[in-house]
């Protein structure tokens, strides 16, 4: 570390930083390394469809790195440098991917399972199904995409062939019977509008009171498409992100723990969780509290904290800790430096855990195990919360323990947080973080929390629309899942 008194705040983050790059491109240049391998090892399908999974992914942590404020964009744009110094091209993730799937379609004939699709090849074409029975061809570079950007539509005589061997999917079966219910065409209630400033707490409340409403006013799939405008296929779209996230939700149950959801991404997880609790009359008990990177700035939402406690997660990755428990161990000695280095952050991550307290006075008063629960990737925030949950709130050895679980993880912390996460999978995090109800719902009222009480402003009337149909599917889901036992 670098101890000159002209030594800035500003520079030391810059060098944290570069830790996190160092860390992120070694992983990326040594899987590329071995992709490159593996291509002339290998010439199974298996083998092929591994690699070329394995890239997409890659590029796309590389792609969403790319993204205004995540944090990452210098990252994302210097590894691209990288990969143009040793390959001759910054796109070799994509050239990866796209070689390993075309010489493994030389092999495949026949339906083929590959990420959370079934898919039919034939005469090397790759075809998708969607759920209201059309057959599309998919090229290879949108294979591993949870929902497939579809091509052309399949010539009648191929169909036929496609259908004879066809076996239905979850997603088929769930589409189907929510069609076969034969449920009203019309909303015959007021769909949930909030207008200004409130809380997540107040919003949660409301959108109970709207779940109930819809549980008792079912709505038919086709309705949907004409009552919200919406393209052909956007329903069905719609149904199969939201069965992903009561399979997901249910896993959490199974648990028998107390889940901690963190807004905004997971708000679609409590409302699930709160939508089987009525449909069958049970007390699952957890909650939800919005902790973000907003929340962690010094001012004008810079997220310098939460740029802190990320690259004090890279610091410990680099020494290598070989279990979970030897990698919090090194995280919590990293962060208590951080506080003491850094009274205001002290301050404001005491404030927070304050705030944290009501949202687990049951887990508290029962000593129940708290699971911290987000959609991931790396889980910043979620490690955030159980550190401070662990630090100012659990002083008694008899009190309840805590956890964390991601949606989705990263390619690198796969090692590290071991069964603390549900896939790997990582287009289906995308997924779920762009519904609406998880990116344009309602942002945190910047500063709120500071003057006390942590405030939302709620979104455009027209993004409030398109979560009112998110919520409506995400209910229909959720209760035909339940009554069909899918879930």
């Given at each position: 570390m ?17 830790i ?24 199974d399908s ?19 790195m ?12 210097n590894?691209e ?8 091209t910054a ?6 991917q ?7 379609l030389e ?23 969607s ?14 995409y949870?929902?497939?950007e ?36 019309d ?12 809380t ?7 959108t ?7 549980i ?9 498409s ?8 956007t ?15 249910q896993?959490?149950q ?26 069958n ?17 010094r001012?004008?939402n810079?997220?310098?904290y939460?740029?802190?406690s ?15 428990s ?18 205001d ?5 005491k404030n ?15 000593n ?26 659990l ?21 590290i ?12 995090m995308?997924?779920?973080?762009s ?5 344009n719902?309602?942002?945190y009222?910047?500063?709120s929390?500071e ?24 209910v ?12």
């Amino acid at each position: 570390m670098d101890t000159r008194k002209n030594y800035t705040e500003e520079k030391r983050i810059a060098h944290l930083k570069q830790i996190d790059f160092d860390f992120i491109a070694t992983h990326f240049r040594k899987r590329i390394k071995q992709f490159l391998r593996d291509l002339d090892v290998y010439q199974d399908s298996r083998h092929l469809l591994e690699i070329s999974k394995r890239a997409f992914y890659l590029q796309h942590y590389l792609y969403n790195m790319s993204y205004p404020d995540t944090g990452y964009e210098a990252i994302s744009e210097n590894l691209e440098k990288q990969f143009i110094k040793d390959h001759g091209t910054a796109s070799i993730l994509k050239d990866i991917q796209y070689r390993a799937y075309t010489k493994a379609l030389e092999r495949i004939s026949g339906p083929i399972r590959i990420g959370e699709n079934t898919f039919f090849v034939l005469n090397k074409i790759t075809y998708y199904r969607s759920l209201k029975g059309k057959w599309y061809s998919v090229d290879p570079q949108n294979v591993f995409y949870f929902i497939p950007e579809l091509g052309t539509t399949a010539a009648q005589n191929v169909i036929a062939l496609l259908e004879q061997q066809y076996l239905p999917t979850r997603y088929d079966k769930i589409f189907t019977t929510w069609k076969e219910k034969n449920y009203p065409s019309d909303i015959r209630y007021a769909l949930l509008y909030v207008h200004g400033v409130t809380t997540p707490e107040e919003y949660f409340s409301k959108t109970v009171e709207q779940i109930k409403i819809l549980i008792q006013n079912p709505v038919s799939p086709e309705s949907l498409s004409v009552l919200f405008d919406q393209p052909e296929h956007t329903i069905e779209m719609l149904c199969k992100r939201s069965s992903n996230i009561v399979a997901f939700v249910q896993q959490i149950q199974e648990k028998k723990v107390f889940p901690l959801y963190l807004l905004r991404d997971c708000l679609m997880f409590a409302e699930v969780q709160k939508t089987l609790e009525l449909l069958n009359n049970t007390s699952h008990t957890g909650n939800q509290i919005m902790i973000n990177r907003g929340l962690l700035s010094r001012n004008n939402n810079d997220q310098y904290y939460w740029t802190l406690s990320v690259d004090a997660i890279y610091e410990v990755l680099r020494n290598n800790p070989r279990t979970f428990s030897e990698f919090y161990k090194q995280y919590v000695n990293s962060m208590r430096q951080l506080e003491k280095k850094y009274p205001d952050m002290q301050r404001l991550l005491k404030n927070i855990s304050v705030s944290i307290k009501p949202h687990i006075k049951d887990a508290l008063d029962t000593n129940q195990k708290i699971v911290v629960v987000d959609t991931g990737l790396q889980g910043s925030i979620t490690l955030l919360t159980k550190y401070l949950i662990d630090t100012y709130l659990l002083n008694a050895p008899s009190q309840a323990s805590t956890d964390m679980y991601l949606y989705v993880v990263g390619d690198w912390f796969k090692k590290i947080f071991n069964h603390r996460y549900a896939s790997d999978y990582y287009p289906i995090m995308q997924e779920i973080e762009s519904f609406c109800r998880s990116e344009n719902l309602y942002t945190y009222k910047k500063k709120s929390f500071e003057t006390g009480k942590l405030e939302i402003t709620m979104g455009s009337y027209e993004h409030q629309r398109l979560s009112n149909l998110e919520l409506i599917v995400l209910v229909m889901t959720t209760m035909i899942m339940n009554e069909s036992r899918l879930v």
